[in-house]
Nanobody, 124 residues
Framework: QVQLVESGGGSVQAGGSLRLSCAAS????????MAWFRQAPGKEREGVAV????????TYADSVKGRFTISQDNAKNTVYLQMNSLKPEDTAMYYC?????????????????WGQGTQVTVSS
């Protein structure tokens, strides 16, 4: 049974930083991808960043490039999202996703497994 558990969300002021963690259990496909998505109230879930577990290749949504960094600790089966220079528009529920089964990396339907999410709130 694959389980993804996010943590690290919270409330910060604009310009601040947070680091999200996604701990994976029961998931050992190192040839695949893990990603972070976010969903703000009234908006669709959008891809934020993705990492190819085997080679550590990464890419980002334009809205977070230069501010967010996705990384992994294979020994801990954990993927991180370091978020710097946070803006109010980054406020959303952030989700971890794993096992890309098709489509583009930023497609909501491209992943088989999802976590429950962690809330990030950025105040101005």
């Amino acid at each position: 049974q694959v389980q993804l558990v996010e943590s690290g969300g919270g409330s910060v002021q604009a310009g601040g930083s947070l680091r999200l963690s996604c701990a994976a259990s029961g998931y050992t496909d190192s040839s695949n991808y893990m990603a972070w998505f976010r969903q703000a109230p009234g908006k669709e879930r959008e891809g934020v960043a993705v990492i190819w577990i085997r080679g550590a290749w990464t890419t980002y949504a334009d809205s977070v490039k230069g501010r967010f960094t996705i990384s992994q600790d294979n020994a801990k089966n954990t993927v991180y999202l370091q978020m710097n220079s946070l803006k109010p528009e980054d406020t959303a529920m952030y989700y971890c996703a794993a096992d890309k089964i098709g489509g583009n990396w930023y497609d909501y339907g491209a992943y088989k497994y999802w976590g429950q999410g962690t809330q990030v709130t950025v105040s101005s």
